[in-house]
């Protein structure tokens, strides 16, 4: 089991910066897959950028702007996010998925709200 707690959420104007941070409760190097994902009012839940292994991946929308990344002495995973635009406005979910054997597991923090407005 992982239990994972995002921080770092907050009020920013449009084009300031925030850094989101998502600590686990364990070892992330045996993590297969840690996601930052997000939900705005009305909307579906999205995916904004993940890295599994060396490979990173972000949606289109965020690609130039927000960047993914982690440091293992620390078990934590870091979304940097510059530029921000008031349509970035959401909660955002830390998502870890890994597998055991043939099982995989995935669980989720409770979010941190973005507000993006002036």
């Known amino acids: 089991q992982v239990q994972l707690v995002e921080s770092g959420g907050g009020l920013v104007q449009p084009g300031g910066s925030l850094r989101l941070s998502c600590a686990a409760s364990r070892n992330i190097f045996f993590i297969n897959f840690i996601g930052w994902y997000r939900q705005a009012p009305g909307k579906e839940r999205e995916l904004v950028a993940a890295i599994s292994g060396p490979s990173t991946v972000y949606a289109h929308s965020v690609k130039g702007r927000f960047s993914i990344s982690r440091d293992s002495a620390k078990n934590t995973v870091y979304l940097q996010l510059n530029s921000l635009k008031p349509e970035d406005t959401a909660i955002y979910y830390c998502?870890?998925?890994?597998?055991?054997?043939?099982?995989?597991?995935?669980?989720w923090g409770q979010g941190t709200q973005v507000t993006v407005s002036s």
């Open positions: 998502n870890a998925t890994y597998s055991v054997g043939p099982d995989w597991y995935t669980y």
